[in-house]
């Protein structure tokens, strides 16, 4: 079967599914009130198409107000959950691409996904990196998911994080975080875990430090880090050195993982295909990754 009768097929499906639109998804507010550090409650404005662009990517800036849209299974739930984090280069959460295409996926092997809208980077000080306040609403996020779940259909023990891009950099850090949370406690939710109990990091975006060749110094393996499933392609421009590195560490502390790294592919395609490339068959991987940890029911089509 020919790149384009499977860009075909998998648009058919998408735009046949009730969940193909993130606007079309319940959301939930990640904070009570305004976030660590915000003096605004922006819930983010949605870029203009780009001309030209088939299928459209929807871009959303100017995130204040981090928030989940809420996609979950129709029928033959598993209970587990997992929050995604799009990219967008922390300026930008690409909500369908790298978000509720990922949901649409999920949700047929019967597990709820929340895709994260955090907040972008514009209005964040240079002093402060720019993963942080992503980080702050993924850590949120999980406990919100964890306090709701019996509501959700969630196992509070069978919620993974799925990260695309600088979405990825951030599951990548919250991987190794260890639990440790990086807010003040404001509630009762928070003193609920903000580890995730596995990590899908798809091509996490400039993970590896040139400077010094080895990851950022706030992506640390250890033997407690939760098992991982990793994609990237040789020919990112942001290197695949860093997922091979992110492997390499929880290899050495015997921490379940799964690499794939494709010849070709580029980077930020999400879920879509790729001409001349087979980058397109890293969700059917995936599926088999999350089926041998009986994470995933349904079937292939």
């Not at 942080?132 to 969630?154: C, F, H, T, Y």
């Not at 190794?176 to 875990?193: A, C, F, M, Q």
């Not at 640390?220 to 990112?236: G, L, M, N």
């Amino acid at each position: 079967m020919t790149n384009q009768v499977l860009r075909l097929t998998f648009l058919v499906a998408l735009l046949a599914s009730p969940l193909n639109a993130a606007d079309q998804a319940p959301n939930i507010s990640v904070w009570p009130d305004l976030a660590p550090g915000e003096t605004s409650n922006n819930p983010g404005e949605t870029q203009p198409f780009r001309q030209g662009e088939v299928p459209p990517v929807t871009r959303v800036v100017k995130i204040r107000k981090p928030s989940m849209d809420v996609f979950l299974p129709a029928h033959g739930a598993t209970g587990v959950g997992v929050l995604i984090l799009p990219g967008g280069g922390f300026g930008k959460v690409v909500t369908d691409k790298e978000g509720s295409e990922a949901a649409v996926w999920l949700n047929r092997l019967g597990i709820a996904a929340f895709v994260l809208r955090y907040r972008t980077s514009e209005a964040t000080p240079k002093t402060e990196p720019p993963w942080r306040r992503p980080l702050q609403d993924a850590q949120r996020a999980l406990r919100i998911i964890r306090s709701d779940a019996e509501k959700l259909g969630v196992h509070p023990e069978k919620l993974g994080v799925l990260g695309f891009s600088a979405g990825g950099q951030v599951a990548a850090i919250l991987h190794t975080r260890e639990g440790k949370s990086d807010y003040d406690t404001i509630d009762e939710i928070d003193k609920l875990p903000c580890r995730p109990d596995f990590s899908l990091l798809i091509y996490p975006w400039n993970v590896l430090d040139r400077k010094t060749g080895d990851l950022l110094s706030n992506i640390r393996p250890a033997a407690s880090s939760p098992k991982a499933f990793i994609v990237h392609t040789h020919d990112d421009r942001s290197s695949s050195l860093g997922s091979v590195l992110i492997y390499a560490g929880l290899k050495k502390h015997n921490v379940p993982a799964e690499l794939h790294v494709y010849a070709n592919g580029g980077h930020g395609y999400g879920m879509r295909a790729v001409k001349g490339s087979e980058i397109h068959t890293w969700p059917a991987r995936a599926t088999e990754w999350l089926r041998a940890y009986g994470l995933a029911g349904g079937d292939d089509d």
